[in-house]
């Protein structure tokens, strides 16, 4: 495959799988409604270094070794397992909690360090996520790529992943999505804590069942 129909082939996959619902959207809506603009930017921001960091990850064969040795692969799983659920069960608990948002716009008041630490931890606990980068890298990236290639796929990956999240941080930020969300803000945080400790229990229990 010519080096730039690779390089379209494999941002076009990660486009649509960045776009897909997951904990990663949803925990970047809840910031941008729930705190600030400003916060769910930040954690937009941070989903676009973990994107950088599993297309380096990729990039180095982390798939193949993944597929070769079945005890570090369920190791992720249980890991990122165990870390969605911890946040599914903290989103919870503070769903009946009354909450004091900033402003449209404003920065959260606990700063913007926190943020893009949750948005990058989220990103780099999903295995499932590592898996699509490394399975995309391997069935489309040349098997001797161009210098250029490998220079401009981090860069694009950042680009999608932080800018399809700062999209959404934007959009759910606005008003009247915020408006919505103060009102019915137990039952969403319930839903959204109940989807994400979904997808938590599933990676625990796939780390717990033994391969074939």
Not at 93 to 109: F, S, Y
Request: net charge positive; charged share 10%; with cysteine.
């Amino acid at each position: 495959m010519e080096p730039a129909f690779a390089l379209a082939g494999i941002l076009g996959a990660l486009a649509v799988g960045a776009a897909s619902p997951g904990p990663s959207f949803v925990l970047v809506a809840r910031t941008s409604v729930a705190v600030s603009r400003r916060a769910g930017l930040a954690a937009a921001l941070g989903m676009g270094v973990g994107g950088v960091v599993f297309a380096a990850l990729a990039l180095l064969g982390l798939h193949a070794l993944l597929m070769q040795v079945g005890w570090l692969h369920a190791v992720l799983k249980l890991a990122g397992g165990v870390y969605l659920v911890w946040l599914a069960v903290r989103i919870w608990r503070g769903a009946a909690e009354p909450l004091a948002v900033a402003e449209q716009g404003d920065t959260a008041p606990a700063g913007l360090a926190r943020p893009f630490i949750f948005g990058l931890t989220t990103q780099l606990c999903n295995p499932k996520t590592a898996i699509v980068y490394g399975s995309i890298f391997a069935a489309l990236l040349p098997a001797n790529p161009p210098g250029w290639l490998l220079s401009v796929l981090p860069p694009s990956v950042f680009l999608i992943e932080a800018g399809w999240y700062a999209a959404v941080a934007l959009a759910f930020s606005a008003g009247r999505p915020r408006a919505a969300y103060l009102r019915f803000k137990s039952w969403i945080d319930r839903v959204a804590a109940t989807a994400i400790g979904a997808l938590g229990l599933r990676l625990v229990a796939d780390a717990a069942t033994p391969a074939p």
